[in-house]
């Protein structure tokens, strides 16, 4: 299984960024995995953004809920992100990954930057 970012690098504060991951190996519909966006702001750990389910159905980190939004394109085999109304705050490496079913990541995309400034 092979994941791939794609996405703007740079992006004015306020602006929506939108990403989208592109899985080849696998589908994202097969039982039970789950399709996850996870960040890395510069000089800080890992923060889960949310998961898009086999099923489709979709979970978000309580602290971004408000402005995330996961979807997925079957047809491509692709799953998206948008985050909304963005500040510095969200300049991160953004990782797309499968959650396998022992509950880890087992596949990760290579990364893209995204940095918010003006």
């Known amino acids: 299984v092979q994941l791939q970012e794609s996405g703007p690098g740079l992006v004015k504060p306020s602006q929506t960024v939108s990403l989208t991951c592109t899985v080849s190996?696998?589908?994202?519909?097969?039982?039970?995995?789950?399709w996850s966006w996870i960040r890395q702001p510069p000089g800080k750990g890992l923060e889960w953004i949310g998961n898009?389910?086999?099923?489709?159905?979709?979970y978000y980190s309580p602290s971004l809920k408000s402005r995330t939004s996961i979807f997925r394109d079957t047809s491509n085999n692709q799953f998206s992100l948008q985050l909304s109304s963005v500040t510095p705050e969200d300049t991160a490496v953004y990782y797309c990954?499968?959650?396998?079913?022992?509950?880890?990541?087992?596949?990760w995309g290579q990364g893209t930057q995204v940095t918010v400034s003006s």
């Open positions: 990954a499968r959650l396998g079913g022992a509950r880890e990541y087992d596949y």
């Open positions: 190996g696998g589908s994202i519909t097969t039982n039970y995995y789950y």
């Open positions: 898009i389910a086999y099923s489709g159905s979709t």
